[in-house]
């Protein structure tokens, strides 16, 4: 069965601090994997996506087929990276499989 | 407008009415997906057209649920009959090919 797991509802951190959220996945094939960020009142949005390889505002996401993982991780949050992340995978076909999502608060 | 664009915002009707919402993505856009989300939930996927193809329909998407997409441009997307368990926000989404998704502000369902 293909399923994306959050473990974590919420993720509470000091500005400053380190930030990993964790995403776990089950897919029988090679999916791609995704991160999406909702700030407060504003639109789901494309954070990253595995392919790319890229870091988009000091986020990166490695992804452990080993452990079939993708987490997000920053060195050094944000006040402003206070959202809602959700992880998500596609596989052979274009639709996306989301998790429950996290909730980061980053405190000052 | 470069966004996609949801309307109603917010839709508060009687059980057992019919309710029907739209989507306008971005015009270049050949992807169009429905997906519908609970309090605490992530996005679930409901349906999606290639162009006016609705190429997949998730198991949630009941015989209440009809989405259509004339022209490949907008889609609409139907419940009849509404019941309290419909009461979710439904968001709408576009692509251009894999180059990921666009979403819209969600349509906001409340099912009294």
């Known amino acids: 069965a293909q399923r994306v797991t959050q473990p974590e509802k919420l993720l509470s951190v000091f500005k400053g601090a380190p930030v990993e959220l964790k995403c776990n996945y089950s897919y029988s094939g090679s999916p791609e994997l995704f991160w999406y960020v909702q700030y407060s009142r504003q639109r789901l949005q494309l954070l990253l996506r595995?392919?790319s390889r890229e870091s988009i505002k000091g986020f990166t996401a490695d992804l452990n087929k080993g452990e079939t993982s993708f987490h997000l991780k920053k060195p050094f949050a944000q006040e402003e990276d206070s959202a809602m992340y959700y992880c998500a995978l596609s596989g052979n076909t274009d639709k996306l499989i989301f998790g429950t999502g996290t909730r980061l608060q980053v405190f000052p | 407008d470069t966004g996609v664009s949801q309307d109603p915002r917010h839709k508060i009707t009687k059980r057992g009415q019919n309710v029907t919402f739209r989507c306008d993505p971005i015009s270049e856009h050949n992807r169009l997906y429905w997906y519908r989300q609970t309090l605490g939930q992530g996005p679930e996927f409901l349906t999606y057209?290639?162009?006016?193809?609705?190429?997949?329909k998730s198991r949630l998407l009941s015989d209440r649920f009809s989405a259509e997409r004339p022209k490949g441009s907008f889609s609409t997307l139907e419940i009849q009959r509404t019941e309290q368990g419909d009461s979710a926000m439904y968001l709408c989404a576009s692509s251009l090919s894999d180059l990921g998704y666009t979403f819209g502000s969600g349509t906001r369902l409340t099912v009294v």
């Open positions: 057209f290639q162009n006016e193809a609705q190429l997949e």
């Open positions: 595995h392919i």
